[in-house]
């Protein structure tokens, strides 16, 4: 049988404020990803991972129902932008999520990215509490924030955070955002683990996967998953490509093998740094 018609089974990542599939699929880029997402959810993807800023609740939405998983089989994540961070904005974009998402609730919720334009953090976590105990997320936390944002946005949001969504590849050292999060129960999910494409003419990769009968994608997301606490969300439009990625729980990386992986890191490794937007990244 084809792979992408006989799905494995992905097990759960938990940190005792959340439980969600181990890897997940992103949509960022991906357009009008109704037919892709219909095609991740047949691969065996549980974990589908959207932004009102991308552009793909309204196919995330269309996907879901297309694939005929049912909706609580799904770990569904949207995000809220900077532009609606202030109480009755953010209300309001995620009614509008919700809508386009065709759900009444999702099970993440996250801050997209830091506010840019004096938004008190203390009002959009009020916010994103509400969100929380009104039932329209089941689970809440942020993305593309720093230690000391994250940190005082769990100080603030009188709901506790379960999620920090950041980018994490090999070419990027998250070192401290890691511990950061392991230290207090956050689970890390990472977005562009194959660094946007950039992994996939990598040698040291390359000459990992060749001696594990691999593919280089899954060498890569293999060493993120390995680390334990951490939920890559990896996307492709290419149904062989979606299928590969969710075979990485069957085999295991050598300590070697993940100190060479590790030692990757660069100085310009960030892919994510959005001039006038990214915080001071730790």
Not at 122 to 148: M, Q
């Amino acid at each position: 049988m084809d792979a992408a018609f006989d799905p494995p089974a992905i097990p759960g990542l938990s940190s005792g404020r959340v439980t969600m599939p181990a890897i997940g699929f992103g949509t960022s880029q991906l357009g009008d990803c109704g037919e892709i997402v219909a095609a991740a959810l047949k691969a065996g993807y549980r974990n589908i991972d959207t932004a009102w800023k991308y552009g793909t609740e309204k196919g995330v939405g269309e996907g879901i129902r297309a694939s005929g998983v049912p909706r609580g089989d799904i770990f569904l994540t949207t995000k809220v932008s900077h532009e609606y961070l202030r109480a009755a904005d953010f209300a309001k974009s995620v009614e509008e999520s919700l809508a386009r998402l065709r759900t009444d609730y999702v099970d993440l919720l996250l801050i997209h990215w830091p506010a840019i334009d004096g938004t008190p953090l203390a009002e959009t976590a009020g916010a994103l509490a509400r969100a929380k105990r009104e039932g329209k997320a089941r689970n809440i936390g942020v993305a593309n924030f720093n230690i000391a944002l994250a940190r005082e946005a769990m100080r603030l949001c009188p709901e506790p955070l379960a999620v920090l969504q950041a980018e994490y590849h090999p070419y990027l050292d998250q070192t401290k955002l890691l511990a950061f999060c392991r230290g207090e129960g956050l689970v890390f999910m990472a977005y562009c683990p194959l660094g946007r494409g950039r992994l996939l003419k990598d040698e040291t990769l390359a000459g990992i996967a060749r001696a594990r009968g691999r593919t280089i994608a899954q060498v890569a997301l293999r060493w993120i998953v390995q680390q334990g606490g951490i939920a890559p969300i990896p996307r492709s439009a290419n149904p062989r490509h979606m299928a590969e990625s969710l075979r990485v729980f069957d085999f295991t990386l050598t300590d070697e093998e993940m100190r060479r992986i590790h030692g990757l890191a660069r100085p310009d490794g960030r892919i994510a740094n959005p001039a006038g937007r990214a915080p001071a990244w730790d």
